[in-house]
């Protein structure tokens, strides 16, 4: 088992930047690909971005690419977000997951979820 638990979102005014954090615990001994995800409201989950379990390959939504970046640590096993020229529309709850086999765009390739962590850009 992983428990996986977010940090950093909060609110920022439009062109803002806010980096998120995801640390996991458990059986990290095993890497997994990891990825966030984010959800608005009425909305279904969406992919943002994903990272290999080495850290070397990385996938991004094509609406995000260029905007966000996502890195890992894994001396620290964590993960990150950083997120940078913030619209309204990004506003949501963003949530990390791991993989135990791939970094891929779909829900269903994560075994593992945080919590989420609120992130709300004002206009």
């Known amino acids: 088992q992983v428990q996986l638990v977010e940090s950093g979102g909060g609110l920022v005014q439009a062109g803002g930047s806010l980096r998120l954090s995801c640390a996991a615990s458990?059986?990290?001994?095993?890497?997994?690909?990891m990825g966030w995800f984010r959800q608005a409201p009425g909305k279904e989950r969406e992919f943002v971005a994903a990272?290999?379990?080495?850290?070397?390959?990385?996938n991004y939504a094509d609406s995000v690419k260029g905007q966000f970046t996502i890195s890992r640590d894994n001396a620290k096993n964590t993960v990150y977000l950083q997120m940078n020229s913030l619209k309204p529309e990004d506003t949501a709850v963003y949530y990390c997951?791991?993989?135990?086999?791939?970094?891929?765009?779909?829900?269903?390739?994560?075994?593992?979820w945080g919590q989420g962590t609120q992130v709300t850009v004002s206009s």
């Open positions: 997951a791991a993989s135990r086999l791939y970094y891929g765009r779909s829900t269903t390739s994560y075994n593992y």
């Open positions: 458990g059986r990290t001994d095993s890497k997994y690909a």
């Open positions: 990272i290999s379990r080495s850290g070397g390959d990385t």
